[in-house]
């Protein structure tokens, strides 16, 4: 069992049994999009004295339940699951990944801080994402930020400071297929 010093916020019962059997950690249940002011406010105090981890479904109910989150407290950090490696034979969640897949989305958390204007929206069109959801997916998937729409993505990309030349440079692999 692996030790994990944040608070891991999930969804439901069954992404927190998963949770608890692979580590050792507090976890915080929103049941879904029922996520309360108390719930907030809990997140709210963990923050301050250590970090907090949302490991969401990727579906639109755990989209939502993130930005609710990242509009109340800062500096959360966040765990995207491809949403291929999440699909169960009823539904989309955190319980049907797979414990290798989850422990190394752990690893690669990310977390977003005020919007930085890093890049222009006008720079934005220049990458060629907003008609092109198989490239928006590929440069989502290698900054591991989930499947996201044109301004999901481009809030992102300003939260976590990228550049223009930087995403240019990661989007070459892709161009060159």
């Known amino acids: ?5 944040e608070l891991i916020v999930v969804e439901g019962k ?3 049994d998963k ?8 976890i915080l249940c929103t049941n879904g999009l029922a996520i309360t002011e108390d719930d907030l406010r809990i997140i709210e105090v963990a923050s301050e004295t250590s970090d907090v981890i949302v490991m969401t479904d990727p579906d639109f109910p755990g989209k939502k339940i993130r930005d609710v989150i990242d509009s109340r407290v800062k500096n959360v ?4 699951i491809e949403k291929e490696k999440a699909i169960g034979k009823r539904n989309v969640g955190i319980e049907h ?3 290798e897949d989850l422990i190394k989305a752990l690893e690669k ?3 977003f801080t005020q919007d930085k204007g890093s890049i222009t929206w006008s720079e934005y069109l220049k990458l060629g994402l907003i008609k092109d959801k198989t490239k928006r997916d ?3 998937k290698q900054l591991n930020l989930g499947s996201n729409n044109n301004k999901r993505l481009f809030k992102y990309l300003n939260m976590l400071g990228y550049k223009l030349e930087q995403l240019k440079e990661i ?3 892709y161009d060159r297929k």
């Open 138 to 140: 590929y440069l989502s």
């Open 109 to 111: 958390a990310v977390t």
């Open 97 to 99: 990944v797979d414990d």
């Open 171 to 173: 989007l070459k692999k």
């Open 14 to 16: 069954h992404d927190k």
């Open 77 to 80: 950090k966040h765990v995207f």
């Open 1 to 5: 069992m692996i030790k994990v010093k």
């Open 19 to 26: 949770i608890e059997k692979l580590f050792d950690c507090h």
